[in-house]
Protein backbone atom coordinates (compact mmCIF):
# COMPACT_ATOMS: atom_id res chain seq x y z
CA UNK A 1 0.00 0.00 0.00
CA UNK A 2 1.59 3.19 -1.01
CA UNK A 3 1.34 5.53 1.46
CA UNK A 4 2.71 9.25 1.41
CA UNK A 5 3.26 11.49 4.35
CA UNK A 6 3.92 15.34 4.74
CA UNK A 7 5.39 16.57 7.58
CA UNK A 8 6.88 19.94 8.41
CA UNK A 9 3.90 22.92 8.18
CA UNK A 10 3.48 25.09 10.65
CA UNK A 11 2.69 29.21 11.44
CA UNK A 12 5.14 32.09 10.45
CA UNK A 13 5.77 35.33 9.50
CA UNK A 14 5.92 36.94 6.31
CA UNK A 15 9.45 36.49 5.03
CA UNK A 16 10.15 33.32 7.10
CA UNK A 17 10.87 29.74 5.92
CA UNK A 18 9.57 26.28 6.32
CA UNK A 19 10.76 22.87 4.66
CA UNK A 20 8.35 20.21 4.06
CA UNK A 21 8.93 16.62 3.89
CA UNK A 22 6.98 14.02 2.01
CA UNK A 23 8.25 10.46 2.93
CA UNK A 24 6.66 7.50 0.33
CA UNK A 25 6.73 3.71 1.47
CA UNK A 26 4.90 1.14 0.05
CA UNK A 27 6.92 1.04 -3.09
CA UNK A 28 10.46 2.08 -5.15
CA UNK A 29 9.28 5.42 -6.64
CA UNK A 30 13.09 6.21 -8.51
CA UNK A 31 10.80 6.29 -11.67
CA UNK A 32 8.09 8.81 -10.28
CA UNK A 33 7.84 12.35 -10.48
CA UNK A 34 7.33 13.78 -6.72
CA UNK A 35 4.90 16.72 -6.73
CA UNK A 36 3.64 19.53 -4.46
CA UNK A 37 0.31 21.27 -4.86
CA UNK A 38 -1.40 23.64 -2.77
CA UNK A 39 -4.84 24.54 -2.02
CA UNK A 40 -6.39 27.65 -0.39
CA UNK A 41 -9.81 28.07 1.31
CA UNK A 42 -12.32 28.83 -1.14
CA UNK A 43 -9.40 27.93 -3.91
CA UNK A 44 -8.77 25.55 -6.68
CA UNK A 45 -5.77 22.66 -5.54
CA UNK A 46 -2.81 24.51 -7.83
CA UNK A 47 0.30 23.10 -8.66
CA UNK A 48 3.60 24.24 -6.77
CA UNK A 49 6.61 22.37 -7.65
CA UNK A 50 7.79 18.80 -9.38
CA UNK A 51 11.03 16.78 -9.49
CA UNK A 52 11.66 13.84 -11.29
CA UNK A 53 13.01 11.02 -9.02
CA UNK A 54 15.13 9.04 -11.54
CA UNK A 55 17.19 12.34 -13.35
CA UNK A 56 16.38 15.49 -10.54
CA UNK A 57 14.67 17.41 -13.04
CA UNK A 58 12.21 19.91 -11.23
CA UNK A 59 9.83 21.84 -12.28
CA UNK A 60 8.16 25.88 -10.25
CA UNK A 61 5.09 27.72 -10.62
CA UNK A 62 6.11 30.81 -11.34
CA UNK A 63 4.85 32.16 -8.32
CA UNK A 64 7.35 30.36 -6.52
CA UNK A 65 10.26 30.31 -8.41
CA UNK A 66 13.18 31.42 -6.71
CA UNK A 67 11.76 31.21 -2.92
CA UNK A 68 10.64 27.60 -3.01
CA UNK A 69 13.45 24.80 -3.88
CA UNK A 70 12.65 21.13 -4.63
CA UNK A 71 14.81 18.41 -3.71
CA UNK A 72 14.81 14.31 -2.56
CA UNK A 73 16.76 12.09 -0.80
CA UNK A 74 16.82 8.77 -2.46
CA UNK A 75 18.21 6.98 0.67
CA UNK A 76 14.77 8.31 2.91
CA UNK A 77 12.41 7.88 0.34
CA UNK A 78 11.50 11.62 1.25
CA UNK A 79 10.90 14.86 -1.56
CA UNK A 80 11.29 18.17 0.23
CA UNK A 81 10.31 22.16 -0.34
CA UNK A 82 12.45 24.18 1.16
CA UNK A 83 10.12 27.62 1.30
CA UNK A 84 11.96 30.82 1.68
CA UNK A 85 10.81 34.52 1.41
CA UNK A 86 7.37 33.14 2.58
CA UNK A 87 4.44 35.40 1.88
CA UNK A 88 0.84 35.30 3.25
CA UNK A 89 -0.28 34.63 -0.13
CA UNK A 90 1.77 31.03 0.51
CA UNK A 91 -0.91 30.32 3.26
CA UNK A 92 -2.47 26.59 2.26
CA UNK A 93 -2.51 23.36 2.63
CA UNK A 94 0.15 21.68 1.30
CA UNK A 95 0.04 18.21 -0.89
CA UNK A 96 2.32 15.29 -1.71
CA UNK A 97 1.49 13.40 -4.24
CA UNK A 98 3.31 10.65 -6.62
CA UNK A 99 2.65 10.21 -10.70
CA UNK A 100 3.84 7.01 -12.38
CA UNK A 101 3.88 8.25 -15.61
CA UNK A 102 4.01 11.60 -15.72
CA UNK A 103 2.62 13.75 -18.69
CA UNK A 104 2.01 16.71 -17.18
CA UNK A 105 3.35 17.16 -14.18
CA UNK A 106 2.10 20.31 -13.69
CA UNK A 107 -1.51 19.15 -13.78
CA UNK A 108 -3.17 17.49 -10.66
CA UNK A 109 -4.78 14.43 -12.69
CA UNK A 110 -1.45 13.40 -13.65
CA UNK A 111 -0.81 12.44 -10.42
CA UNK A 112 -1.65 8.65 -8.75
CA UNK A 113 -1.34 8.92 -5.04
CA UNK A 114 -2.00 11.83 -2.70
CA UNK A 115 -0.54 12.75 1.12
CA UNK A 116 -2.96 14.05 3.70
CA UNK A 117 -1.54 17.47 3.36
CA UNK A 118 0.06 19.85 5.75
CA UNK A 119 -0.98 23.31 6.91
CA UNK A 120 1.40 26.06 6.25
CA UNK A 121 0.11 29.59 7.55
CA UNK A 122 2.16 32.89 6.67
CA UNK A 123 1.11 35.88 8.54
CA UNK A 124 1.81 39.71 7.92
Known amino acids: QVQLVESGGGLVQAGGSLRLSCRGS????????MGWFRQAPGKEREFVSA????????WYADSVKGRFTISRDNAKNTVYLQMNSLKPEDTAVYYC?????????????????WGQGTQVTVSS
Open 51 to 58: INWIDGMT
Open 97 to 113: AAAARPLNVRVKNAYDY
Open 26 to 33: GRTFSRYA
